[in-house]
């Protein structure tokens, strides 16, 4: 009898061994991504660009299945006091965007690279506030290793959420401007708000690994003041209609 092939991996092998069960939907789903599956705004044909990179951390917790996220110190010049997933502009000597991103990771929250498991990448993504074009890199936490702020400059607090928080419809809202009226998706984690740039790609992500749940999207929450203060004073340019519109994966 012949057995089952293993499920299609990060550039079309196999996926990692010991991969945990909950996270092989995603591993597998990942080469098949499409820009367009994700977000409205893709990176321009023509224009200065800036690179950056991100990690989007899965590991397994105290509390099961988790995802590491950062709030971005008030005084940043963008996106300050934002939500987001550790990462930050590529340098010459990285080694694309997974070497930017594990390099990001380690000087903000500590983080040992050695125990992070790269399963690929999403399609490059287009932040038209900063003007960088961003490259999600989503790995698996095989040897979890303590983490912390380091650079108190970069990061206010970092922050281990269960899936299971991030999952459950009672935590799950769109957030609106109280401006423009714009409208996005957002996840209360009980002590961090997630939303903007960082909820778009997570809204995303639940959806592909099949992790979502159905939720009531007519749950609405205006953004604090302060909070689109801050945003706007870092970012001169902001506009919360610039934030990504994520569109629902399609076969």
């Known amino acids: ?82 939500p987001a997933f550790p990462g930050g502009s590529l340098d010459p000597e990285d080694d694309g965007p997974v070497g930017a991103a594990l390099r990001e990771a380690r000087e903000e929250v500590g983080l040992d690279p050695s125990g992070v498991e790269v399963l690929g990448t999403l399609p490059d993504l287009w932040l038209p506030p900063s003007g960088f074009v961003v490259t999600p890199v989503v790995a698996w936490w095989r040897t979890p290793s303590p983490v912390q702020v380091v650079d108190v400059a970069e990061v206010a607090s970092v ?42 790609v997570l809204d995303r992500l639940v959806a592909f690994a099949g992790w979502e749940r159905p939720w009531d999207t007519t749950r609405i929450r205006e953004l604090d003041p302060a909070t689109v203060a801050l945003a706007r004073a870092s970012s001169p340019a902001f506009d919360p209609t610039d934030a990504p519109t994520l569109r629902s994966p399609s076969p």
């Open 1 to 82: 009898m012949t057995p089952d092939p293993a499920p299609a991996g990060p550039a079309g092998g196999a996926l990692p061994e010991g991969l945990p069960d909950w996270l092989r939907p995603l591993a597998a789903a990942l080469p098949g991504i499409r820009g367009e599956q994700m977000s409205r705004f893709l990176p321009p044909a023509e224009g200065a660009r800036r690179y950056s990179a991100v990690l989007v951390l899965f590991g397994e917790g105290p509390q099961g299945p988790d995802l590491l996220l950062i709030e971005r110190a008030a005084t940043l010049r963008s996106h300050a006091g934002q």
């Open 159 to 200: 922050v281990r959420v269960p899936l299971a928080r991030l999952t459950d419809p009672e935590h799950r809202l769109r957030v609106k401007h109280p401006g423009s009226g714009w409208t996005g998706p957002a996840f209360d984690t009980g002590g961090l708000l997630v939303w903007g740039f960082t909820a778009g």
